[in-house]
C-alpha cells in the first residue's frame, strides 16, 4: 500500500506527533518490508525533504544518474540499497543482483557491467618480478657464498645468565679476538667478596691466537677486569678514546701505568685489520659516551655485535645512532647477528636521556637548599646534565668520590663534559657557600658502604653532613642483587631527615639498553640468517629470541647460549659443539687481590651453618678420653645450650673411642677424620644443620 503525501508542513508535524508521541522529528529509512498507515509519513517528498535523500545526499552527490529512476521518486523493491530487500523477492529478476554476481556496482539493478581487470602476460611478470625482490630484500643473507669453507667460534665467558661481567672470544682458525672483559657485583652470600671477574682458563689454552682485545664502550661491565687480564695475559687492546682513558686510570691504580703502550686507538666507521678479520667500530648510544657495535667481516661471512645500545634519537651530544651502517652490512648480508638483551622484557621504546635533564630542571626549581646528586660514575651525559642545571641555577659544583673525580675529569680532559673550572670547589670549600649556592655530585646510587653518600648518611664523611634542608637525588635503578643495600641507604637518608627524590619522578632515571622495538628495528635493519642473543639472564636471551622469531629470523637459526658455550657458525649451519671452562675469580677490592674459592665456601659455611671446634686428649694404652674435651660453638646452638651440647659431645666421643679400641687406637689424623664424621652425622640428625666442624686430638 502506498504512503499518502502530506499536503502541508502541518499536516507532516500532526502525523509525526501522532505516531511518535511529541518526540522530536528524526529521519528514518522507509522499510519496504512493512506497510505505513500514518497520513503523516513522507514517502518521497520534493528536493531536500526526501529523507532518503537527507540520509544519503553526501553518497549522492558524487553518483551518475539512474535512467531508471526517476528524481525524487523512492528507490523501487529490488533497485533500491543492498539492505531493503522485499521479503518474498518478487520483482527480482535472476542476474539483477550484482553483489551476488560478484562485483559490479551495488543496488543499480545490474544496469552495470562488471568492471573486471585484465592481468596479461606482462603484468604477471611485473608481479613476479616485484615479488623476487621483496623476497631477496627480506633475506639480504641469501648473496652469503654457502660453498665458504669459512667458520668461526664464539664462546660467552661472562654476561649470559647474569647481569654484567661481559666477555666474549670469537675465532677462526687463525686468529681470536676478545670482546670485552667485564666485571660484575657479587651477591649478598659471597662474604668480603667486592667484584668479580670471568674466569681467564680458556684464554690461556688459545693464547697464541689470541691477536687482540677488543673494547667496545667504557662501563664497569665491559673494561672492569682488564687489569686481572693484563696480570695474567697481555695483547693489544682496540678501543674508542674515552674508553682506553678509563682503562688506563685503573692500570694507573693497579701499578700497570707501563701497558698503556698497548692501546691502539680507534675511528668509527674505519676498518681494522686484527689477523684475518676486518673490524669496524659503529656509534651506538647508551648510557656512556663513545659506546660503539661491532661489524666484523670474517672467512665465514659478516657478524655483528650490537655492545650494549639503545636508539636514542635525541642524545644529550646530538651524536645519533649510526643506523646507516647497520643497514649498509644489512644490504650486503649478515650471517650472525649477536645483540643486547638486557631489556628484552620491555615493551616499546626506551626513554631518550634528555628527558632526565627535564626532570632535573624541575628538581632543581623546587631545592631550597643544597643539592646531592648520586648516580653511575660512568654516566656522563647524566653528570653533565646535572651539572648544567647547577651552572644553570647558580651553584658550585663540588665532586666527591674516587671514581666519580677520576671520570669526570677525564671526560673534562676529552672535551666530553665543557664547563668552566670557575664553577668548580674544592669539597672543604662548600661551607664557604650558602646552601642554596651547592651542588654536589657524589657516588654511592647503588648503597655501596664505602661510597660517600653512604658515608654521609651515617654521619661518617669528614666533610658532609646531611642537613634537613638537603636534596639527594638518586638517578638510578638498583642493579639485580643491590636492591637490599639500595633500601638500607634509602632508610638511612630518611632518617637524616632530608628530602630524597627517588622513584616518585618516573623519568629521574632512564634505561641505557633497548627495548622491544629498538631491538626490532635493529633486527629488521640488518636481517641476519642467523641470531645469538646475549647480555642477560636466560629469561632475557629467551624473549629477545621470540622477538627475533617475529621480525622473520627462522627459529632454527636460533642459540640460546650460557657462558662457557661454544658456538660454531658457517654460512650452512649453527651448532653448539663443545663446552669450555667458566666462573667467576672472587676478588678483594681492598687489596685487589684474587680470593680462593674455598675461603668463599667457608665464609657461607660460617654463615649459614656455624662451626664447632672440639679439642680433646687420648690415652693410646687406654683407649679413652683424658679429661673432658673442650667443645667451642659459633652460630649453632644459644650460648645457654653450650655445657649441655658439650656433654653430648663427650658421650659421642666416648663411644666412638669404645668402638675403636678393639682394632687399637690409631694415630691422631684418623682420630679426627672420626670425630668428624661422627659429630657431623649427630648435629644433621639433631640440628638439621652443616656446620664446620674442626677437631683437634692429642694422643697421650
Known amino acids: 500500500m502506498e504512503n499518502s503525501k502530506p499536503t502541508n508542513e502541518n499536516s507532516q508535524n500532526q502525523g509525526q506527533k501522532t505516531q511518535e508521541g511529541n518526540k522530536p522529528q528524526r529521519n528514518r529509512r522507509p522499510n519496504p518490508h512493512r506497510q505505513n498507515n500514518n497520513q503523516g509519513q513522507n514517502s518521497g517528498g520534493e528536493g531536500g525533504e526526501n529523507r532518503n535523500e537527507n540520509r544519503n545526499r553526501n553518497r549522492n552527490r558524487n553518483r551518475k544518474p539512474n535512467p531508471n529512476r526517476q528524481g525524487g521518486q523512492p528507490r523501487q523493491e529490488g533497485q533500491g540499497n543492498q539492505g531493503q530487500k522485499q521479503g518474498n523477492n518478487a520483482n527480482r529478476k535472476p542476474g539483477n543482483n550484482a553483489n551476488r554476481n560478484g562485483g559490479g556496482n551495488k543496488g543499480r539493478g545490474g544496469n552495470k557491467r562488471k568492471n573486471v581487470t585484465t592481468v596479461n602476460d606482462e603484468m604477471r611478470a611485473s608481479i613476479e618480478e616485484n615479488k623476487r625482490v621483496q623476497e631477496a630484500r627480506m633475506a639480504p643473507w641469501k648473496q652469503i657464498d654457502l660453498n665458504s669453507k669459512g667458520k668461526v667460534r664464539f664462546t660467552p665467558l661472562g654476561g649470559l645468565g647474569e647481569i654484567g661481567g661481559n666477555m666474549a672470544v670469537l675465532e677462526t682458525e687463525t686468529t681470536a679476538i676478545v670482546i670485552d672483559v667485564g666485571m660484575s657485583f657479587p651477591d649478598e652470600t659471597m662474604h668480603g667478596v667486592d667484584i668479580l671477574v670471568p674466569d681467564f682458563s680458556y684464554l690461556h689454552t688459545i693464547k697464541d691466537k689470541i691477536k687482540a682485545i677488543v673494547i667496545t664502550h667504557g662501563h664497569e661491565d665491559h673494561i672492569g677486569a682488564v687489569p686481572y687480564l693484563f696480570k695474567e695475559l697481555k695483547f693489544p687492546i682496540y678501543g674508542t678514546p674515552l674508553a682506553l682513558a678509563m682503562i688506563e686510570n685503573k692500570f694507573n691504580e693497579h701499578g700497570l701505568k707501563g701497558d698503556a703502550k698497548y692501546f691502539r686507538f680507534v675511528t668509527k666507521r674505519k676498518q681494522y685489520e686484527i689477523g684475518d678479520l676486518k673490524i669496524e667500530w659503529i656509534h651506538n648510544t647508551h648510557s656512556i659516551i663513545d659506546a660503539c657495535s661491532l661489524a666484523i667481516e670474517t672467512p665465514a661471512g659478516i657478524l655483528m655485535h650490537t655492545a650494549d645500545f639503545k636508539i636514542d634519537h635525541t642524545p644529550v651530544d646530538g651524536y645519533t645512532m649510526d643506523l646507516r651502517r647497520y643497514a649498509y652490512y644489512g644490504e650486503k648480508g649478515v650471517l650472525c647477528l649477536f645483540s643486547d638483551s638486557t631489556n628484552s622484557h620491555n615493551p616499546g621504546f626506551t626513554k631518550s636521556e634528555t628527558v632526565v635533564g627535564k626532570t632535573f630542571d624541575q628538581l632543581f626549581e623546587m631545592a631550597k637548599g643544597r643539592v646531592i646528586m648520586s648516580t653511575f660514575s660512568s654516566n656522563v651525559h647524566r653528570i653533565f646534565q646535572a651539572m648544567q642545571r647547577g651552572v644553570k641555577h647558580g651553584r658550585k659544583i663540588c665532586v666527591i668520590g674516587r671514581s666519580m673525580e677520576r671520570n669526570v675529569e677525564t671526560n673534562r680532559a676529552l672535551g666530553f663534559v665543557d664547563i668552566d673550572d670557575r664553577h668548580f670547589i674544592e669539597v672543604h670549600e662548600v661551607p664557604k657557600y650558602a646552601d642554596h649556592e651547592i651542588l ?176 680433646a686428649q687420648v690415652s693410646q694404652s687406654e683407649g679413652r678420653l683424658v679429661g673432658k674435651p673442650v667443645v667451642y660453638t659459633h652460630g649453632l646452638v644459644p650460648d645457654k645450650e653450650d655445657k649441655k651440647f658439650a656433654k653430648e659431645i663427650e658421650q659421642l666421643l666416648e663411644t666412638m673411642l669404645l668402638n675403636m679400641k678393639a682394632k687399637g687406637i690409631p694415630e691422631h689424623t684418623v682420630i679426627e677424620t672420626e670425630i668428624r664424621a661422627a659429630v657431623r652425622k649427630h648435629i644433621v640428625r639433631t640440628k638439621k644443620r652443616y656446620p664446620l666442624i674442626i677437631p683437634t686430638v692429642f694422643v697421650v
Open 440 to 615: 654536589i655530585v657524589t657516588t654511592g646510587s647503588q648503597g655501596e658502604t664505602m661510597a660517600a653518600l653512604n658515608r654521609m648518611a651515617t654521619d661518617e664523611h669528614r666533610h658532609i653532613k646531611l642537613k634537613p634542608s638537603d636534596t639527594v637525588i638518586i638517578s638510578a635503578s638498583a642493579i639485580p642483587g643491590n636492591e637490599a643495600s639500595v633500601s638500607k641507604l634509602m632508610n638511612l637518608l630518611m632518617k637524616a631527615g632530608v628530602t630524597v627524590r627517588y622513584k616518585e619522578f618516573s623519568d629521574i632515571h632512564v634505561s641505557g639498553h633497548a627495548a622491544q622495538e629498538e631491538q626490532k628495528l635493529i633486527l629488521r635493519l640488518v636481517q641476519p640468517k642467523f641470531f645469538l642473543p646475549v647480555h642477560g639472564e636466560y629469561n632475557h636471551i629467551a624473549k629477545h629470541a621470540r622477538t627475533a622469531v617475529e621480525c622473520g629470523v627462522d627459529e632454527r637459526n636460533i642459540l640460546l647460549m650460557s657462558d662457557g658455550d661454544q658456538v660454531e657458525i658457517t654460512p650452512k649451519y649453527l651448532k653448539k659443539v663443545k663446552t669450555v671452562k667458566s666462573g667467576k675469580t672472587y676478588i678483594d677490592n681492598q687489596n685487589n687481590m684474587t680470593i680462593e674459592n674455598d675461603v668463599v665456601l667457608d665464609r657461607q659455611k660460617l654463615a649459614e651453618d656455624g662451626i664447632v671446634t672440639i679439642v
